[in-house]
């Protein structure tokens, strides 16, 4: 258990539709990072938050959303769904803090397998 | 832009024996860190070993050790006395030194382990 959790598991929706994936950080854990995985594009980052902050962003669609909150927790919300977003996405998280940001490593949570149908 | 490749679809080991997974990545970059991850059958990304480019001395994680070749941009893992619950897809990742550090994978190889 890596101490990141994610809710839900599993969610299954139509096309057209908007769901929110979140993301709960180990405790102590500062920065938040959202991935997808799909078949066709492999593992992908999507963005990156900081202490509440949006850090970096990767090939995240204009479509899809982030933010974290102030207990740190964080959500991507995904819009007008269609069938090519389905995946299974992933939130990281590291600790971040001082020199510390330079080393971290990221740990993973279980993941939310999304299918649109 | 940085890439990671492993060329390794897929590989098979027989219990208790050894093999290596290979992976390679380009970069300009001096200060950057090289991770291999674990994705069993349950989807989880299980971090397996790390290693600083900085340094010289390979990592080791009890039967997980890894090949870290700087200038042949190089980083192969070997595991040792192979288990049953070492087969998973195992992906070698790339991160960039500095506060920006998101990790960049490779395609994956699917490591089976035969009884």
């Known amino acids: 258990d890596s101490g990141v959790t994610q809710t839900p598991k599993h969610l299954i929706t139509a096309t057209g539709q908007r769901v929110t994936l979140r993301c709960s950080p180990r405790?102590?854990?500062?920065?938040v990072y959202w991935y997808q995985q799909s078949l066709d594009q492999g593992l992908q980052f999507l963005i990156q938050?900081?202490?509440?902050?949006?850090?970096a962003k990767g090939n995240i669609l204009e479509r899809f959303s982030a933010q974290q909150f102030p207990d740190l927790h964080s959500e991507l919300n995904l819009s007008s769904l269609e069938l090519g977003d389905s995946a299974l996405y992933f939130c990281a998280s590291s600790v971040a803090s001082g020199l510390a940001e330079y080393q971290e490593t990221q740990y993973f949570g279980p993941g939310t397998r999304l299918l649109v149908l | 832009a940085q890439t990671v490749t492993q060329s390794q679809p897929e590989m098979s080991v027989q219990e208790a024996e050894t093999v290596t997974l290979s992976c390679t990545y380009d970069?300009?970059?001096?200060?950057?860190?090289l991770f291999w991850y674990k994705q069993p059958p349950s989807r989880q990304m299980i971090l397996v070993i790390r290693?600083?480019?900085?340094?010289?001395q390979n990592a080791t994680e009890n039967r997980f050790s890894v090949n870290f070749q700087k200038a042949a941009k190089s980083f192969s893992l070997k595991i040792s006395d192979s288990q049953l619950g070492d087969a998973a897809m195992y992906f070698c990742a790339y991160r960039r030194g500095g506060a920006t550090n998101k990790l960049i994978f490779g395609t994956g190889t699917l490591l089976a382990v035969q009884p």
């Open positions: 970069t300009s970059e001096s200060d950057y860190y």
């Open positions: 938050y900081y202490n509440g902050e949006e850090r």
């Open positions: 290693q600083e480019a900085y340094k010289q």
């Open positions: 405790s102590g854990d500062l920065s």
